[in-house]
């Protein structure tokens, strides 16, 4: 909360100035204009970072991501000066109202530019917050058990329905994807990241959830984060000493730990 008001009474303050050599407003009027501001835009830069984080637009095709980033700045920034224009309508002078509308075109430039600083800011976020998690699942390896992936095995039932086809929304498209096209799961913290032949879809969802509910002599868990699908298999060998490496049909490359070798080497009979 102090954080905000801070970056609320900088924002004000910033405003204030710049717009004091421009209109004949009280230095004190154009604080609190900026303050209501400052709070119409934290209120905006949350909203915004919860579109971008659950939007999955990172999944998109490139002109699709840029047409939603596009619209989504259109409309924040609209929001943004009708905000404006009911704070000025409020604070000001309606003597001077020609005045305040002055400046509606000034702040739209300048929610334009904040606009294009947040979605940099957010990617960047993101992206650090997917190593992070991708890092901590990769340690967690090492506490690995081999009870803890079997006992996985022993729960499926005949009851439990297999899954054939996965649906994936993302952003305003909705992808169904055929298990056999499947190549890996990768464990992304409360996500799980599907990659197929032709791209990757992002899957609110647990990896235990899809170990479960796909075929176990077509599936095996690798890894901690990794479930592959054994027809996609193309290469085992050797990394790091006592490591293995896999090489997939799409071309990545991803390490299984020493019980997901064992498991593997069970299912595939070698």
């Known amino acids: 909360m102090l954080a905000i008001s801070g970056l609320c009474i900088v924002y004000a303050t910033v405003q204030a100035w710049a717009f004091g050599w421009l209109v004949s407003f009280p230095f004190l009027q154009l604080m609190l204009d900026g303050m209501v501001n400052g709070l119409c835009l934290t ?3 949350y909203l915004l970072w919860k579109v971008i984080k659950y939007g999955n637009f990172e999944t998109l095709e ?3 991501r840029l047409i939603n980033y596009a619209a ?3 409309l924040s920034i609209a929001i943004w000066t009708g905000l404006c224009y009911l704070s000025a309508y409020s604070i000001f002078d309606p003597d001077k109202w020609s005045e305040a509308i ?4 000034l702040k739209a430039f300048i929610a334009l530019l904040i ?3 947040m979605i940099q800011l957010f990617r960047m976020g993101l992206a ?3 190593v992070e998690s991708q890092r901590q699942t990769e340690e967690e390896t090492e506490e690995e058990t081999e009870e803890e992936i079997a006992g996985m095995d022993n729960h499926r039932t005949e009851e439990i329905e297999m899954l054939e086809r996965i649906v994936v929304k993302s952003g305003q498209k909705i992808d169904v994807i055929r298990v056999a096209e499947i190549v890996y799961f990768q464990a992304e913290g409360d996500y799980v990241r ?3 032949d032709s791209g990757k879809y992002l899957k609110e969802e647990t990896m235990k959830y899809f170990q479960s509910h796909l075929p176990d002599g077509q599936f095996i868990r690798v890894h901690r984060s990794y479930l592959v699908n054994t027809s996609k298999i193309l290469r085992i060998e050797l990394y790091e000493k006592q490591n293995q490496l896999l090489t997939l049909s799409n071309g990545d490359k991803i390490k299984i730990s020493a019980s997901g070798y064992k498991r593997l080497r069970e299912k595939l009979g070698l």
């Not at 002055?102 to 075109?105: A, C, Y």
Request: hydrophobic content about 60%; aromatic content about 18%; overall charge neutral.
């Open 43 to 45: 209120a905006l830069s």
């Open 62 to 64: 490139f002109y699709q």
């Open 72 to 74: 989504l700045g259109l």
């Open 102 to 105: 002055s400046m509606l075109p």
């Open 115 to 117: 606009y294009l600083l």
């Open 128 to 130: 650090v917050a997917g």
């Open 194 to 196: 599907i990659f197929t």
